[in-house]
């Protein structure tokens, strides 16, 4: 059974602090999502990585197949990054997501 | 940009009835999906599916649930006979291809009571 777990779960920064969020899992991928939850629930794909490493505006995603890791870096943090961030991956073999418990990020001004 | 349109956003309904989740996915994506997240807890995997047919399912989706895309553009979840523990968020989501991102929709809270 393949088990993804993110840490931390609770993160709290200053506004403009550099954040790590990191995931690990136990079976083989064939990719690696990290989404965000707002409070309101929606869920809003960030990346989906299958190697190296990936930027948007300033977030950063990278991840190493071989040990099974992956970590989401938010650059100058602001409170609008205020969220929950999940990692989620899909296996070789199948078509479901599995989620992680997320972590709840959250931005002082 | 394109969405995954989902309704109601909120549906509060007696122990025991059945309801209907709606769901309009992306027009030009192939693999549609419904995941249920029960406050608290993580997302979950429901069912999967494409060229009109299931392509996974798991343990929650039981003989209550069933899908259908019943015309070109929705894809409906049902849940027969409902019961308090199907109390959740259910997102549907949808993708052009397994190996590409996904889009989910905004969800749907399913109150049961």
């Known amino acids: 059974k393949n088990e993804v777990e993110q840490s931390p779960q609770n993160l709290t920064a200053q506004e403009g602090e550099f954040i790590t969020i990191n995931c690990s899992y136990s079976?083989?991928?064939?990719?690696l999502h990290w989404l965000q939850q707002h409070p309101g629930g929606g869920i809003v794909s960030l990346f989906m990585?299958?190697?190296g490493k990936k930027k948007h505006g300033r977030l950063i995603a990278t991840i190493n197949i071989q040990e099974k890791h992956s970590s989401l870096h938010i650059t100058a943090s602001h409170p609008r990054d205020s969220a929950v961030y999940i990692c989620?991956?899909?296996?070789?073999?199948?078509?479901?997501?599995?989620f992680g418990e997320g972590t709840q990020l959250t931005v002082n001004p | 940009e394109p969405e995954v349109t989902q309704t109601p956003s909120h549906q509060v309904t007696q122990m025991g009835q059945e309801v209907i989740l709606r769901c309009v996915p992306i027009s030009n994506h192939l693999y549609f999906y419904w995941y249920r997240q029960i406050l608290g807890q993580k997302v979950e995997f429901l069912v999967s599916f494409y060229n009109n047919e299931i392509s996974e399912k798991s343990e929650i989706f039981d003989d209550q649930f069933s899908v259908e895309r019943p015309d070109g553009s929705n894809f409906t979840l049902k849940i027969r006979s409902t019961k308090l523990e199907d109390s959740a968020m259910y997102f549907c989501?949808?993708?052009?291809?397994?190996?590409?991102?996904?889009?989910f929709g905004s969800g749907t809270r399913l109150t049961v009571v």
């Open positions: 079976v083989g991928i064939s990719a």
């Open positions: 989620a991956v899909l296996e070789t073999s199948g078509s479901r997501l599995t």
């Open positions: 989501a949808s993708s052009e291809d397994q190996n590409y991102g996904y889009t």
């Open positions: 990585l299958s190697s």
